[in-house]
Each structure stands twice: as C-alpha cells, then as structure tokens.
C-alpha cells in the first residue's frame, strides 16, 4: 500500500512511527493509547509518508481481545486509504469558504433558508439593515425566531399589529408567490430559498 517491501518496512512500531506525519503523531498515539487503556475500538486518521515521499492519508480502525483481568491479548485491525476522500472534503471546505466569503460581501442584505425554513446564512448587511446583531441569529435559527429578533430590537415599532405582519410574514415565507420579495435560484436547489432584502 505504501510501496515498500517487508525488508524497507518491516511490522514494527518503529517503522510505522518513522513514517508517521509529525503534526499527527500525538493526536494519533493518545487514540492509541485510550484505545489499549480504555478497551474501545478506535478509529483515526492519519498520514504517513510512502516511499516515494509523498503523505497520504490513512484511516485506522482496530480493536482488541482481551483477558480476564480485561489486558488486552490480541489485536485486529485495518487500515484503507482515504486520501482521495480528504481531498474532496479539503476542496469542499474550500469552495464553502469561497461561497461565504462572497455572501459577506454583497452589497445588499442577504439570507438564505432551507426547505424547514431554518437559516443557512445571513450576511452583516442582512442583520445591519433590520437592527439586529448576525450573531443573534446563527445558523438553523428558525425563520419565526428571526422574525421575533426584528419584533425585540424595535425595528417593527411603526407597524399596527407586529405579531400579525409575523404571522403573515411567515405565511408568505413558505409559500411566496410572485408578489413577495422572494427570489428561487436554481443554483440553491429546489427546496432552498433566498429572501432578497433591500
């Protein structure tokens, strides 16, 4: 797996440990060892450098059978590499930093909600255009509860009946039509949408 031959790379743990990726060694030793301390099975991930010098990335998963007095006897495990898939989680967390990055620096508010109307994101124009604080409304807030932040800061002071504009507001929210302030993009999927806020 590694491209060396049982003599370059013999079963020890000198071996395994010289090969091992520094930034990984403590957090891959201290499952190791709550591993035959604690009894559990492990799994971790790791990197370790193959012969020709490049790391990649492995996934261990292991347990032990143990004696009467619960020391541990015998070991099995298996290790695969998972190298193309940390890549693609790697390039995933890259292109979501990209995406709100961008969604930041719109210049208009901007918020987007899931198919339970939960929130997925906001941007500081969003939050700065209705009085409220972005961090008031984190990620999976309920589109109701962002409603009763804008009810909380006073933004809705000059509006009759504030609980009633929330309750229609949260109507429309779930079933727009083409008369609201609401936009579908295909990009977003057919279950997510988009207020666009002026």
């Known amino acids: 797996m590694m491209g060396y031959d049982s003599s370059e790379f013999p079963p020890r743990l000198e071996s395994w440990l010289s090969a091992l990726h520094p930034d990984d060694r403590q957090p891959t030793l201290q499952s190791i060892y709550a591993f035959l301390a604690q009894g559990l099975p492990y799994k971790v991930d790791y990197r370790l450098k193959n012969k020709n010098g490049e790391y990649r990335w492995y996934q261990s998963n292991g347990q032990a059978e143990r004696d009467a007095q619960g020391r541990p006897i015998r070991a099995a495990g298996s290790m695969a590499d998972i190298t193309s898939r940390k890549r693609d989680q790697e390039l995933l967390e890259k292109r979501r930093a990209q995406l709100i990055d961008a969604i930041?620096?719109?210049d208009s508010?901007?918020?987007m909600y899931d198919e339970n109307d939960h929130l997925i994101i906001a941007n500081?124009?969003?939050a700065t255009l209705y009085g409220i604080e972005?961090?008031?409304i984190p990620p999976n807030t309920p589109f109701s509860q962002v409603l009763a932040s804008l009810k909380s800061s006073g933004v809705l002071h000059t509006i009759e009946?504030?609980?009633g504009w929330i309750r229609n507001q949260i109507i429309n929210h779930k079933d727009?039509?083409?008369?609201h302030e609401y936009h579908f993009s295909k990009k977003l999927g057919a279950n997510q949408r988009a207020p666009h806020c002026r």
């Open 161 to 163: 009946d504030p609980d």
């Open 176 to 179: 727009p039509g083409s008369d």
């Open 104 to 106: 930041a620096n719109i």
């Open 124 to 126: 500081q124009r969003f």
């Open 134 to 136: 972005l961090s008031s």
């Open 109 to 111: 508010g901007f918020a």
